[in-house]
Antibody, heavy 121, light 109 residues
């Protein structure tokens, strides 16, 4: 059974940093591009960042470019999101998501339960 | 960046009736359009991909159509479990910044 389990969320002050993790099980992580999607309280879904299966290629939304870094450790079956220079508008539930097919970058058939990041003083 | 616009923001429909949700792309996304359903406190669930193909285990009352910039999701004979948020997502662009629409809330009338 495919499972994605996010962790690392919490309360952080503006300007602070946080690292999110997404532990994957039930499949071979390196075979899949992975994505972080966030959802601010009461708001819609926002695509944040994606990474290729090997980790060689990474992509970011303009809103987080230069502040967030996506990475993965396939040997540990874990996806990461390092978030620096956090702002109030980064407050959201952060989901990791996996496509249903190893050839896709979207069509997210599998999602974690999400981890809440709150940026506030 | 491709901007996805959904309408209406909120749709009130009675159980048993039909609901029609719209999604527009700021530029053509061909048929690379997906629909997701999200219920409170849950992660989204993939409903439709390729603009019109139902994902695994999605009931036949969900249908979708469109290509280019205009897309529609139709839910015939609404069931109580269908009242939720619905998002469209384009996956045509490269690099893969696969943007979502802002969502349509389908509520009970």
């Amino acid at each position: 059974e495919v499972q994605l389990l996010e962790s690392g969320g919490g309360l952080v002050q503006p300007g602070g940093s946080l690292r999110l993790s997404c532990a994957a099980s039930g499949f071979t992580l390196r075979s899949y591009a992975m994505t972080w999607v966030r959802q601010a309280p009461g708001k819609g879904l926002e695509w944040v960042s994606a990474i290729s299966g090997s980790g060689d290629n990474t992509y970011y939304a303009d809103s987080v470019q230069g502040r967030f870094t996506i990475s993965r450790d396939n040997s540990k079956n874990t996806l990461y999101l390092q978030m620096n220079s956090l702002r109030a508008e980064d407050t959201a539930v952060y989901f990791c998501a996996r496509p249903g097919s190893s050839t896709s970058w979207s069509l997210f058939g599998y999602w974690g339960q999400g981890t809440l990041v709150t940026v506030s003083s | 960046e491709i901007v996805m616009t959904q309408s209406p923001a909120t749709l009130s429909v009675s159980p048993g009736e039909r609901a029609t949700l719209s999604c527009r792309a700021s530029q053509s996304v061909s048929s690379n359009l997906a629909w997701y359903q999200q219920k409170p406190g849950q992660a989204p669930r993939l409903l439709i991909y390729g603009a019109s193909t139902r994902a695994t285990d999605i009931p036949a009352r969900f249908s979708a159509s469109g290509s280019g910039t205009e897309f529609t999701l139709t839910i015939s004979s609404l069931q109580s479990e269908d009242f939720a948020l619905y998002y469209c997502q384009q996956y045509n662009s490269w690099p893969p910044r696969h943007t979502f629409g802002q969502g349509t809330k389908l509520e009970i009338k």
